[in-house]
């Protein structure tokens, strides 16, 4: 949380992953050419990109309109060098509690997402809801051994959220993934352990054993994972 804090308070501009992964922007509505111009000249389309990755830094804030605004003002006054219309120091602290605050209120309204999709995924036939709140459904039976947490395994998978958005897919890339069981997220350690060589699986891993109130990026916090995982093979030590 404090790292994401921290590039958020920041407004750090060296994200160009993310933005490289951005479809081109579509051509401007009447409606949008009539409020603002769109970017023409080179400079313009870059500095305009400057803003869309600004903005995303500025998206765990879910800012209200009027909050947007004052945030496109102090934006406006640094970049022309006026001098703030709030004390500095101050407003820095703030804007941490902030993001905490808003942040934290996020990962509950996941979480609440989350529980009711595994409450409904646990009524599935064979589903199996273990103490630490993994929902765990065979899909296709296998024949070899288990892994034990300290084996390394090689599996295909592909995760997504309760929504269906795909954050991940060993399958999508063509690459089955390997790795040390006791090196991942506490869901798989637990479930794949549960699995036989061959063996299909669903998981549904709440947050608190996924990748809690943080998030990862494609991941907000407090998000339940829903993965499909195939274990192919267990490394040979």
Same mark, same amino acid.
């Given at each position: ?26 051509? $401007? ?95 599935? &036939?064979?589903?199996?809801?273990? $103490? ?7 899909? &296709? ?75 990862? $990026? ?20």
């Amino acid at each position: 949380m404090q790292k994401k804090s921290r590039v958020v308070a920041m407004l750090l501009l060296a994200v160009p992953v993310a933005c490289a992964k951005q479809s081109p922007a579509p051509s $401007p509505s009447p409606a949008q050419q009539a409020g603002a111009a769109a970017p023409g000249t080179e400079d313009e389309k870059t500095a305009y990109a400057a803003g869309v990755m600004l903005g995303n830094n500025l998206k765990p804030l879910s800012l209200k309109p009027s909050e947007l605004e004052a945030a496109k003002r102090g934006l406006q006054d640094a970049a022309t060098g006026k001098t703030p219309a709030v004390d500095m120091p101050t407003y820095q602290g703030k804007l941490q509690a902030m993001i905490q605050a808003r942040a934290a209120a996020g990962s509950q309204g996941e979480k609440d997402k989350g529980k009711a999709f595994a409450e409904s995924a646990a009524k599935d &036939q064979g589903a199996v809801t273990t $103490p630490s709140g993994l929902v765990f459904r065979s899909m &296709q039976p296998g024949k070899g051994a288990s892994p034990k947490p300290t084996d390394v395994v090689r599996v295909h998978y592909r995760g997504t959220l309760v929504d269906g958005t795909e954050f991940d897919s060993s399958i999508a890339r063509g690459q089955p993934a390997e790795f040390a069981l006791n090196g991942v997220i506490p869901c798989w350690t637990e479930a794949v352990q549960k699995m036989k060589v061959g063996e299909k699986a669903r998981l549904v891993c709440p947050s608190s054993i996924a990748y809690g109130d943080q998030g990862r $990026p494609g991941i907000p916090g407090g998000a339940t994972l829903v993965f499909e995982v195939e274990l192919l093979d267990i490394a040979k030590k």
